[in-house]
């Protein structure tokens, strides 16, 4: 069966920007900046994107692209555009009207929207996808989509590792019972992270939960190269002058500011929580990878 979409949506999503990097390394900051910017729709950690891409190396390429597209510009795009799936809570980060101007906001609900003028406008508009922990999988992206636009968040390994350990992703308790971490392969009744390779689950099962919060940073930067990636963010730098340094990004991405981008860089700072770990828990060898990797990508940015 060959089935297809319009014509717009490969034209759309082959020229999206692709966010990704480890957890915790300030994913959600550079989303919110980047939805805050001119003609630009952010869609932050789609479920059924977050689903899709381990899938990516299983599925037939024209299978996977079709389903990756439809869910992109019909599920998601499309109905941004109408107002129809925009996040009106105002506790939450994704919050709309906290990156979008209230008469943009205002003028997508003021009528019923047309699928065929709503597909007009997708020409005009950039499509942003936030999904960290995709790092293993940005080099096959690339060859379906190699006009992307790439780009990697870095931050020291202990802010990002004593975060993922205080969420407690990755305990004894979720490995072997419920988990608040999705998605994730379960095998004989464990739940793994769903990029760790099958080789890798007996290591996992023997390491801490500290340690495997380290290799879950280390695997993500050691799958690829860093210049696969277009752009290279390092989050330590950017808190101290966000101004300029994202100044930079949008000139590199051809973008303009959006009504409120320069409030919400007015409010990017270092949070006031004390991240230090005791490097004496990890074992030896893991601590060498972590760091190592760490200093490889920071000489990229």
């Known amino acids: 069966m060959n089935l297809c979409l319009v014509p717009e949506a490969h034209a759309v999503v082959r020229q999206s920007i692709f966010l990704t990097g480890s957890m915790r390394s300030g994913t959600t900051m550079m989303a919110r900046l980047l939805a805050s910017l001119e003609d630009t729709e952010m869609f932050i ?27 992109l510009y019909e599920d998601y795009l499309v109905p941004a555009l ?5 996040n009106f ?30 597909v007009n406008r997708t020409r005009e508009t950039s499509i942003s996808i936030k999904l960290p922990e995709m790092m293993p999988y940005v080099e096959k992206l690339r060859t379906y989509y190699p006009h992307m636009k790439y780009v990697a968040m870095l931050r020291r390994p202990e802010s990002c590792i004593v975060s993922m350990l205080n969420k407690g992703w990755y305990s004894d308790e979720g490995l072997h019972g419920k988990t608040n971490k999705w998605p994730v392969k379960n095998e004989l009744g464990k739940n793994f992270p769903f990029w760790l390779p099958d080789d890798k689950h007996n290591q996992w099962c023997s390491m801490s939960e500290i340690e495997r919060c380290c290799y879950s940073y280390y695997f993500q930067y050691r799958s690829i190269k860093p210049n696969k990636f277009n752009l290279i963010v390092d989050y330590d730098k950017m808190v101290i002058d966000p101004s300029s340094i994202f100044a930079l990004i949008v000139e590199k991405l051809g973008l303009k500011y959006g009504k409120l981008t320069n409030d919400l ?4 700072s270092e949070p006031d929580i004390e991240r230090t770990m005791d490097w004496e828990q990890i074992d030896s060898r893991l601590k060498e990878k972590v760091f190592s990797t760490y200093e490889y990508w920071c000489r990229a940015t």
Do not use: Q
């Open 265 to 268: 860089l007015a409010g990017v």
């Open 89 to 118: 809570n105002s506790n939450d980060l994704t919050y709309v009207g906290g990156y979008m101007a209230k008469d943009v906001i205002d003028k997508r609900l003021s009528t019923a929207h047309k699928h065929s003028s709503l």
């Open 82 to 86: 109408a107002g129809r799936n925009l």
């Open 45 to 71: 950690e789609p479920s059924s994107i977050y689903l899709l891409m381990p899938m990516i190396t299983e599925l037939e390429t024209k299978h996977w692209k079709i389903i990756f597209e439809c869910i």
